[in-house]
């Protein structure tokens, strides 16, 4: 058997390195109190740090006052929380989820018109509440789009107009292995997929 086999592969973006680092909640630097208490807070870390020998290495000292940076900005500002990205997917989405699988369930072992008027009725349920909840999802961020206008916070704005514009961005998963490339090209030709 002879076949000629074509294959394109997609090249991946070329991403910044990932930051190992702990990533703190910047955005409460915006509040006028926790902004007032950040530099004394840090100041008060600084000044036990002066009280210290100054014949230590210089190494170690800057790595007593980065740990107290640390601390303090971690103690006043928190964490960085990871964004989520689908806000409208809660338990009362699960809820329904797991019903439309259990009357799917129902329906594939026992066909009979009931069980199928069932599973169209709770599909239909659980798609409109769906659309719903996306609905009242992109109605919340274009008033939070409209508010970032109103109070002229452009970066915001400018921000939520390219992620809503964006919409779905599949991701490529980038293959590095040149054995694995063409053990997968043999498997799909074999399989003929």
């Known amino acids: 058997m002879v076949a000629k086999v074509r294959e394109r592969l997609a090249v991946g973006k070329q991403t910044a390195p990932k930051f190992d680092g702990e990533r703190f909640n910047l955005r409460k630097l915006n509040e006028l109190e926790i902004r007032k208490q950040y530099p004394i807070k840090i100041s008060i870390r600084l000044a036990a740090l002066e009280n210290l020998n100054d014949s230590e290495n210089i190494n170690r000292a800057w790595e007593n006052v980065k740990e107290n940076i640390k601390t303090s900005v ?3 500002l928190g964490g960085y929380e990871l964004k989520q990205h689908k806000p409208w997917f809660d338990e009362e989405y699960l809820q329904f989820s797991d019903e439309r699988k259990q009357a799917k ?4 072992q026992d066909s009979n018109q009931r069980n199928i008027d069932y599973l169209t009725n709770v599909r239909c349920v659980a798609n409109r509440h769906f659309r719903n909840k996306k609905k009242e999802y992109l109605k919340a961020k274009i008033d939070e ?4 206008s109103k109070i002229k916070n452009i ?3 400018y ?13 490529t998963v980038k ?3 040149e054995k694995v490339i063409w053990s997968q090209t043999l498997t799909i030709f074999l399989l003929g997929v």
């Open 74 to 76: 971690k103690e006043i």
């Open 105 to 108: 369930m129902q329906w594939l």
């Open 145 to 148: 789009l409209e508010t970032n």
């Open 155 to 157: 970066r915001g704005l």
């Open 159 to 171: 921000r939520g107009i390219i992620n809503f514009k964006k919409g779905y961005q599949p991701r």
């Open 175 to 177: 293959v590095e292995d």
